[in-house]
């Protein structure tokens, strides 16, 4: 542990019953204290289907206009006061397996993976105001990905299964201004929503979490999942201009060695004997940016906050030591949002 400002973040536990499979913490001056267990409900979904995370615990999380928290469930939003208590509870038929959330006034935008959709969803009418099906993208089809067949109508959270075809991963959204930017980790591409363009292509991006905007900068910070690294893209030409490797900062603790070992073993493994692995250590995800500092989140569940002048790591805060255990989101208490 170390002194750090205070955060939030929201985890998944992989192969853990529904029930403790994840939460939101609330971590004030090295304390952490459990706000609550996430658990999808209404409607009910079994768990069984996916153990690497599935319908389990708390995923994206940003905070609204008045310093409400809103934390992202499998198929739903909710809404925790500063005390951490749950105040509201909204979630929509084409709310399945989200992964991110943005929000700009009493908007927010939600990533519907499981279904490749984009909504913009009115916390204040409980409407869906605005719906992008990725897979009808132009931009998204010349990747090679045919349209989904999606019925805007049905309700695909019980059962996504049912819908066809491949999925691009729709797994970030970051809005600035009038656009609308997600990534497509099974392509590592970056979209630009709204104008139907593919703005970043490059291979690391595959496999890769999370967008998030440094205004000093001008630039994008991405997780690099597979190479545990951070990856800065410029934002005017979206030209990857740096990428930062967190094992090898100053500051970096010595279990992240320990680690890394386990996961070059568990890839020879794997390779061998044909296992599907359900769970790896150090796969980051989870991303925040704060007055020059960086928070990455990785498993075992760990938080890393990175000062991006010196390049070196300024604080830590290891949750677990169990790499079913992993960081989702990351939110700074202070700051603004991510």
């Known amino acids: 542990m170390s002194d750090l400002p205070d955060f939030w973040i929201t985890t998944v536990r992989r192969l ?23 658990v999808p409900k209404s409607p009910e979904i079994d768990e069984a289907a996916n153990p690497r995370g599935g319908v389990r615990g708390a995923r994206g999380i940003t905070r609204t206009d008045d310093g409400h928290i809103i934390v992202a469930s499998y198929h739903s939003l909710l809404i925790y006061n500063s005390e951490s208590q749950q105040v509201d509870r909204h979630s929509h038929p ?20 499981s279904i490749d959709v984009l909504l913009g969803y009115n916390l204040e009418t409980r409407e869906v105001e605005e719906v992008f099906d990725l897979t009808t993208l132009a931009s998204v089809r010349a990747l090679g990905v045919a349209p989904r067949g999606l019925d805007l109508s049905a309700d695909y959270r019980a059962d996504p ?24 980790n099974r392509f590592g591409v970056i979209v630009d929503v709204r104008a139907d363009r593919v703005v970043a292509r490059h291979d690391l991006l595959r496999g890769a979490h999370d967008l998030v905007y440094i205004p000093e ?4 910070a991405v997780n690099d999942t597979r190479s545990q690294s951070l990856l800065l893209f410029d934002r005017q030409t979206f030209s990857l201009v740096d990428r930062i ?26 390779r061998l004997f044909k296992i599907r692995v359900n769970a790896s ?13 960086i928070y990455s989140g990785t498993s075992p569940a760990a938080v890393f906050v990175t000062c991006l002048d010196t390049r070196q790591i300024v604080g830590q805060h290891r949750f677990s030591r169990k790499t079913t255990d992993t960081i989702y989101g990351i939110l700074p208490a202070s700051g603004p949002r991510a």
């Open 16 to 38: 853990a019953p529904p029930e403790f499979g994840g939460g939101i913490s609330h971590v004030v001056s090295d304390a952490v204290v459990q706000a609550d267990w996430v």
């Open 94 to 113: 084409l709310m399945s397996g989200i992964h991110a959330i943005a929000c700009e006034g009493p908007v927010v935008w939600v990533t519907s993976t």
């Open 161 to 184: 299964s049912v819908v066809r075809g491949d999925s691009t991963h729709l797994n970030s959204v970051l809005k600035m201004d009038d656009t609308l930017y997600v990534l497509l």
């Open 281 to 293: 250590p150090l796969f980051m995800r989870g991303l925040a940016y704060e007055n020059g500092r």
């Open 245 to 270: 490797r967190i094992a090898r900062l100053k500051g970096a603790p010595w279990w992240l060695t320990t680690e890394k070992l386990k996961l070059l073993c568990q890839k020879v493994v794997s």
């Open 217 to 220: 900068r001008d630039q994008i």
